[in-house]
Each structure stands twice: as structure tokens, then as C-alpha cells.
């Protein structure tokens, strides 16, 4: 099994969108898409966390299947 180092992946992207959108935006709505996409990336980071610490293994992958970003329509 390879190693990905998925938990150090997530930390360093949820850094880099919090320091590319570290200065003042210019209107209400780039703002608001500013937040959303910290809290977004943050929220990855802190979701695979709690998958890295669960106990069983359907805890995990329950954890795991939060992490994981999907598309519902």
C-alpha cells in the first residue's frame, strides 16, 4: 500500500487557500466565495483527521466518506 501522506496533503492545501485569500477582496460576493472556500478546505483537513482517530472500521469509513468530496445532483 502506498503512502500519501493525505493528512499533511489536506493541512498544506487548506494553508494555501487561507494565504491566497489572506487579502481584503473587492466586493460582497467575492467575500462570501473567499469564506466559504477557507471553511471548505479547513473542514477537509479536520474531517480526516477524525477518519485518521475513529474506532472501527465502519467508523472509519464512515469518516472517510465524509471526507471525500462528491458531486449530488
Known sequence: MKNYNLDNRFEDFAASVVILFNLPP?????????KQLIRSACSSA???REFEGAGSDK????KLRITRVSKKF
Open 26 to 34: 473587492k466586493s460582497f460576493a467575492a467575500d462570501y466565495l473567499a
Open 46 to 48: 479536520l474531517n480526516f
Open 59 to 62: 467508523d472509519r469509513a464512515n
